[in-house]
């Protein structure tokens, strides 16, 4: 991602206020200010759940149940679709069942996300951002079709579930 990945104290910070003073803050801004820092990953993630910096291949987030993977996983994505970084994306789950359920659709997927959503055309697997960015979904069961497309960038989910 373009944004640093320095610590946020901006979350922290505004809880750490008293309620007058955070009614104060949120009081003086326009309905869309309010929207876009709602919005604002990089201000309410953990320093955990952001890529590394520098130059990398491959990002393992390791962490338990409510560690923020998912979240995590679709944010990065997102991004890298909507800002044109990445046009080809592979979606790979355990099952597809998976992918659809949790990666896509669930509450931390990329479906649930406040900014730009992409298009959802689940009989085609897939997901159309309006740039024209594509990420195709795929089972870990069947890795021979992954054999063929070419991907930019690949999200894969719960490995230590994967059949092969």
């Given amino acids: 991602m373009s944004k640093p990945s320095e610590p946020s104290c901006g979350a922290a910070l505004i809880a750490s206020l008293p309620p007058n ?6 009081g003086n801004w326009s309905e869309s ?9 990089w201000f309410w993630s ?16 390791l962490g338990g149940r409510g560690a923020g993977k998912t979240r995590a996983g679709a944010e990065w994505v997102s991004f890298r679709a909507r800002q044109g970084l990445s046009r080809r994306i592979g979606l790979i789950g355990p099952t597809f069942h998976d992918v659809r359920e949790v990666m896509v659709a669930g509450g931390s997927g990329l479906m649930s996300l406040l900014h730009e959503r992409p298009i959802y055309e689940a009989s085609r697997r897939r997901l159309i951002w309006r740039n024209g960015a ?21 999200w894969c989910d719960e490995l230590c579930y994967w059949t092969y």
């Avoid at 200010?33 to 990953?41: G, I, K, M, Q, T």
């Avoid at 953990?46 to 987030?61: A, H, Y």
């Avoid at 990420?135 to 991907?151: I, M, N, T, Y």
């Fill in 21 to 26: 003073k955070r009614e104060l803050i949120w």
């Fill in 33 to 41: 200010e309010r929207e876009s820092f709602l919005a604002d990953w």
């Fill in 46 to 61: 953990r320093l955990e759940q952001r890529p590394p910096k520098g130059d990398w291949r491959t990002w393992v987030f």
């Fill in 134 to 154: 594509q990420a195709q979904c795929f089972s870990a069961e069947d890795p021979d079709s992954l054999r063929g497309p070419q991907f930019d960038a690949v």
